[in-house]
């Protein structure tokens, strides 16, 4: 690990500015091999000089370098931030330059692995620079944050510190054993403390909740019989034409998608081929994937024409959205009432696509299902991630299998058994213990320079 690695840092493109990073021990000397400008083996850490970028003897660029010496730097290895003109051509050109002066191109991610594997921050913070970058939303920048920060960190070393609290009460029981009364007291208070322990997981599960609500969004599809106005309401929806919408039944052949906000959750909208059996090869695939997407959804908007009686294709569709978290929409009530829905728990929404009549309390309606508006405003010390999530979930089992233990009087060394396993897999959130494979993995999803 002990090479030098660098990439652009900046998205690659027509920019005033460009950053190039570099890390690793031997920072200084390549850099110092391709820069004109002040001694960077004598200048003080965390300062910014002005200078010039050569290859050999022509001029590449007129840019500032920052240093930042180890350790106090993000990968607490030396790290040179070279700020160039922008553009593809002299940007290409100085990391090229790097490269063939002994430095590595970085995979994606490296900087933060690099900082994760040198103790600077760990996974949950490391996960969280990651989300900060691809945050949408406030909310999810502020959840992005507040992870990026240690605050949710800070929660599980929390619960880690209570686990081991419980655990050292038993060793000592083990270490005296002599003290004949000691066991029942500490049975007593392992059980209090398990349960106490428990609820506060339980307590964050149920927020995570609304962690991966913000993070991920909710995926909507829209779905219905052609015609029936489902590439209407999407741009209704998104506020622009991005759906063709005719009077021809089937005119959407594969999928539409577009992203909304409300109340800062991102909607991802997908619009699907009319529902109906068809002869036509390209439509039927359309209509299979639609009833696909109804399977993946985290809700589902189905369109129902109120000019038309309830067809059997729709009858058929309404039981497929029994299941699913589902939003009935009645479009077209501009035009007179034909349509007879049959009795559901299901909400309905009246509405008219073309008169632009209903869209705010379609919104309201979703919001409504998913409680949108309680989420809390400041508080973001939510666990996001499929992850930690499950881990977090193994651990309460865990703890759960504790409290079996007691109830069925096992010896108490085998009752710690379980409970250093749940402050084993708290650990694994924050990556006090990790494979190389979860690594490659998570930080393979982070984009390059990063
Ligand atoms: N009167 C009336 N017409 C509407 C309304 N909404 C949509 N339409 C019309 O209905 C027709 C079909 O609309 P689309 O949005 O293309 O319907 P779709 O469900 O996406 O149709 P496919 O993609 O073919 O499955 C168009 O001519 C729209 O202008 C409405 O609320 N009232
Ligand atoms: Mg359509």
């Not at 369109?303 to 294709?313: D, K, M, Y």
């Not at 696509?353 to 379609?362: H, P, Q, S, T």
């Not at 085998?414 to 959130?429: P, S, T, V, Y």
Request: glycine letters at 6%.
């Amino acid at each position: 690990m002990n090479d030098t690695i660098a990439a652009i840092s900046t998205a690659l493109g027509v920019g005033a500015i460009s950053i190039i990073r570099v890390s690793g021990e031997d920072s200084i000397a390549i850099v110092s091999k391709i820069w004109k400008g002040k001694d960077l083996t004598k200048v003080p850490s965390h300062t910014i000089h002005y200078g010039f970028i050569y290859d050999q003897e022509e001029l590449i660029d007129e840019v500032l370098l920052s240093i930042m010496k180890a350790p106090k730097t993000f990968t607490k290895e030396d790290i040179i931030e070279i700020n160039s003109h922008g553009g593809i051509a002299t940007t290409n050109r100085i990391l090229e330059l790097l490269l063939t002066n002994g430095c590595r191109l970085a995979e994606p991610g490296e900087f933060t692995k690099r900082a994760f594997l040198n103790g600077r921050i760990d996974l949950i913070e490391a996960e969280g620079v990651m989300d900060l970058i691809s945050s949408k939303t406030d909310k999810s920048r502020s959840l992005a944050l507040s992870q990026m920060t240690g605050e949710v960190s800070n929660m599980i070393h929390q619960l880690r510190t209570k686990i081991a609290d419980v655990i050292s009460n038993i060793e000592v029981n083990i270490d005296y054993p002599e003290y004949e009364d000691i066991e029942v007291v500490t049975i007593e208070q392992v059980k209090e403390n398990v349960t106490y322990i428990e609820k506060e997981i339980q307590r964050i599960l149920a927020r995570s909740e609304t962690g991966s609500l913000i993070k991920e969004g909710i995926k909507t599809v829209i779905v219905g019989k052609p015609n029936v106005g489902k590439s209407s309401i999407l741009n209704r929806l998104l506020e622009e034409e991005k759906a063709i919408v005719t009077d021809i039944a089937g005119t959407t052949r594969d999928v539409v998608e577009g992203d909304i906000a409300i109340d800062g959750i991102l909607l991802h909208m997908i619009d699907t081929a009319g529902i109906r059996e068809t002869q036509d090869k390209v439509e039927s695939i359309g209509v299979k994937k639609s009833l696909e997407w109804i399977q993946k959804a985290d809700l589902v908007l189905c369109v129902f024409n109120n000019n038309e009686i309830l067809s059997e294709e729709e009858e058929e569709l309404l039981k497929q959205i029994e299941k699913k978290t589902s939003i009935i929409i009645v479009n077209k009530k501009d035009l007179p009432c034909q349509l007879q829905l049959p009795k559901t728990d299901i909400p309905v929404i009246r509405m008219s696509a073309l008169e632009n009549d209903g869209i705010e309390e379609l919104r309201a309606e979703i919001k409504k299902i998913f409680h949108l508006e309680q989420i809390e405003q400041t508080d973001y010390t939510y666990l996001s991630s499929a992850r930690s999530i499950s881990l977090l979930k193994q651990s309460l089992q865990a703890l759960q299998a504790v409290k079996e233990g007691i109830a069925q009087s096992l010896p108490i060394d085998m009752i710690e058994i379980d409970l250093k396993n749940a402050w084993n897999l708290l650990g694994e959130i924050i990556g006090e213990t990790y494979t190389e494979e979860l690594l490659d993995e998570m930080f393979s999803r982070f984009c390059l320079g990063k």
